[in-house]
Nanobody, 129 residues
């Protein structure tokens, strides 16, 4: 059973924007740390951004200033706004939850995919130069 459903991926040119959305069950959304991760072919899955139940956020250095993670309380969704996209941002993007836990205290753990237990099926992002 897949509880997290991503949408919003697609193909854009370098410098373009995309908005990813992750639909979650209400319980998952309200009680757990949520994150976006990505994986390019032949590479390890890496953390992009996480958001805790109190709204605090953590970003990978590679996306700081370009990506924004947010929660939509009315829709129980977690969104990732991606601007100024680069070819190196191209990957499969996954939504994840740390149900039933909040985000780790240590910054380096907040972006570790090992800390997250629930995963969506992913949405593809392609960026052409």
């Amino acid at each position: 059973q897949v509880d997290l459903v991503e949408s919003g991926g697609g193909s854009v040119q370098s410098g373009g924007s995309l908005r990813l959305s992750c639909a979650t069950p209400r319980y998952t959304y309200s009680t757990s740390c949520m994150g976006w991760f990505r994986q390019a072919p032949g590479e390890e899955r890496e953390g992009v951004a996480t958001i805790d139940t109190d709204g605090s956020t953590t970003y990978a250095d590679s996306v700081k200033g370009r990506f924004t993670i947010s929660r939509d309380n009315a829709k129980n969704t977690v969104n990732l706004e991606m601007n100024s996209l680069k070819p190196e941002d191209a990957a499969m993007y996954y939504c994840a939850s740390r149900l039933p836990l909040s985000c780790p205290t240590e910054a380096h753990r907040r972006l570790s995919w090992h800390e997250f237990s629930q995963w969506g099926q992913g949405t593809q992002v392609t960026v052409s130069s």
